[in-house]
């Protein structure tokens, strides 16, 4: 009798440790999705942010220049999904990568100096280490190429093509 409860009893403890993994395992997939996700929100917005249209609307904003109410929806949408995404961050990110966000806004640079874009990508580096996407050599280099100067560098090529087919243009 006696090693009959204690049987049952071990199978009870087994079942409920299995259980208890197997919530504490769900529980660290979903912080993980949320952290991930989170970091993809505030990626995004930077970039909307970054955009060469945004910038210049944004600097008409801070120079307190009239704006129609459009541009001013704009505004208000860029500073609700910031206030989102930074309190996600806050709520999910890694110590490091709040961080890194912190060391970023610490730079009070206007525009996209070397050293804001070096925190830039500290900040996705401590997010990819997160994600635990793996080293990546080159990653500065690719980040600025395709989110930093890198889109600058080919508009500006286009717009200098542009000009100089219309000036070829004008002079025939």
Same mark, same amino acid.
């Given at each position: 009798m006696n090693e009959q409860l204690i049987g049952a009893g071990i199978a009870v403890? $087994? #079942?409920l440790i299995g259980w208890f993994l197997a919530r504490w395992r769900e529980d660290e997939k979903d912080r993980k999705s949320r952290r991930l996700e989170s970091y993809a929100n505030f990626i995004e917005i930077w970039a909307v942010s970054e955009r060469?249209?945004?910038? =210049?609307? #944004? =600097?008409?904003?801070?120079a307190n220049e009239t704006l129609d109410q459009s541009e001013l929806n704009l505004i208000m949408f860029l500073k609700e999904r910031f206030d989102n995404a930074h309190a996600r961050l806050m709520? &999910?990110?890694?110590?490091?990568? *709040?961080? =890194?966000?912190?060391?970023? &806004?610490? *730079?009070q640079d206007v525009g996209l100096s070397e050293a804001k874009k070096g925190a830039y990508i500290k900040l996705l580096d401590a997010m990819r280490q997160d994600a635990n996407s793996g080293k990546h050599d080159g990653f500065g280099c690719d980040v600025d190429n395709i989110m930093l100067s890198g889109p600058l560098e080919r508009r500006q090529k286009l717009f200098e093509k542009a000009t100089s087919e219309?000036?070829?243009?004008? $002079?025939?």
């Open positions: 403890v $087994t #079942l060469w249209d945004t910038s =210049a609307l #944004l =600097a008409r904003f801070f709520v &999910y990110g890694s110590p490091k990568v *709040i961080s =890194a966000l912190s060391d970023l &806004y610490r *730079i219309l000036r070829q243009n004008e $002079t025939r």
